[in-house]
Nanobody, 124 residues
């Protein structure tokens, strides 16, 4: 499975961006996709994940501001980011795996497939 992320850019604080991640290759109903981000000098951190049931889980730092959705026909997931803050500045990665377990959904090491990353910069 290959993942292709897009949609990053430069935005002022309070603005919005929508990221996309298209999956190509064979994916199944068990395939879990999520979003992570990594700021300079920081570890990669969990942002959001869509579980097999369709439930979406968010990190506390983005809950209420970010929304993850999926278009099954296009095999694409989206991350709508509203009320952006300078602290949201990072490279955003989409990730996927058919083997991730619920207990590990927030761990980057649980995901096998990664997109190339897209830069999001929020100016104050």
């Amino acid at each position: 499975v290959q993942l292709q992320a897009s949609g990053g850019g430069l935005v002022q604080a309070g603005g919005s961006l929508r990221l996309s991640c298209a999956a190509s290759g064979r994916t199944f109903s068990t395939y879990v996709m999520g979003w992570f981000r990594q700021a300079p000098g920081m570890e990669r951190e969990f942002v959001a994940v869509r579980w097999r049931s369709g439930s979406v889980f968010y990190s506390d730092s983005v809950k209420g501001r970010f929304t993850m959705s999926r278009d099954s026909a296009k095999n694409t997931v989206y991350l709508q980011m509203n009320s952006l803050k300078p602290d949201d500045t990072a490279v955003y990665y989409c990730a996927g795996s058919s083997r991730v377990t619920m207990s590990a959904i927030r761990s980057p090491s649980a995901y096998r497939n990664w997109g190339q990353g897209t830069q999001v910069t929020v100016s104050s």
